[in-house]
């Protein structure tokens, strides 16, 4: 198993100038609110009725909601900050796994003329695990038995040939996976294996695009070659 170490990279003087941007102008708006606030509470002192002026307390009351809702808006900021650093780093470490292969969800095998990788995950011990290959008409045209096997991510290699010893046309074929253990039957996952061609920033984080077209987060990769 192939782990992606952590590296450690300088941001960008424009992305340093990008986040600079978005604070000066969360902090302008910040400004801005206070001087309307001051504003309206300068002009109500002004034009009160000098036989019921306003109390201390009022005076007091209203400051005290005016500093809550700034901090509120600094808190808020502060996060967006923090968020968008933080993508950014997740960005960098990922690019690292462009070209490797990887193992995610996913009941794909392609078959090259020669086969094709793919892999199970199991969740406990199994006493027997098979692997059925379905053609694109779901027909069943090779099942490989392959015993027990430990708790965790196997990595499977299918050679290419059909149960009556023909080569299978290249192309795209499912796979259905069985496990069982004293004679029940347990919940596997089946990996299907990919290379990764690009990454991408978006709202729901940073995905990996990879070679069977599929996108997948970065905690959805069960392995890496």
């Known amino acids: ?12 003087q424009a992305l340093l100038d990008s986040v600079n941007g978005k604070k000066d102008s969360a902090k302008n708006s910040i400004d801005k609110a206070q001087d309307r606030f001051m504003t309206l509470l300068v002009t109500q002192m ?17 400051m005290a909601q005016l500093s809550t809702v700034t901090g509120i808006d600094k808190l808020n900021n502060t996060l967006e900050s923090l968020i968008s650093s933080v993508q950014t780093g997740q ?7 462009i070209g490797h292969n990887v193992l995610v969800p996913g009941n794909d095998v392609i078959s090259s003329g020669t086969g094709g990788y793919f892999g199970v995950d199991l969740p406990i011990g199994a006493d027997k695990l098979s692997v059925t290959i379905k053609d694109s008409a779901g027909s069943a045209i090779r099942t490989l038995s392959l015993g027990a096997q430990d708790a965790g991510t196997l990595p499977l290699h299918w050679d290419g040939f059909a149960d009556d010893g023909s080569v299978a046309r290249t192309g795209n074929y499912k796979f259905e996976v069985t496990a069982t253990t004293a004679g029940q039957s347990i919940a596997v996952e089946g990996l299907s294996y990919a290379q990764v061609m690009s990454i991408s920033n978006n709202a729901s984080g940073v995905k990996l695009n990879l070679s069977n077209l599929a996108s997948v987060s970065t905690s959805e990769v069960k392995e890496i070659f």
Do not use: F, G, H, I
């Open 1 to 12: 198993m192939t782990t992606v170490q952590s590296t450690s990279n300088t941001a960008s």
């Open 46 to 62: 002004k034009n009160q009725d000098p036989l019921n002026p306003m109390d201390n307390a009022q005076v007091t009351s209203q």
């Open 91 to 97: 960005s960098y470490q990922a690019s690292s796994m």
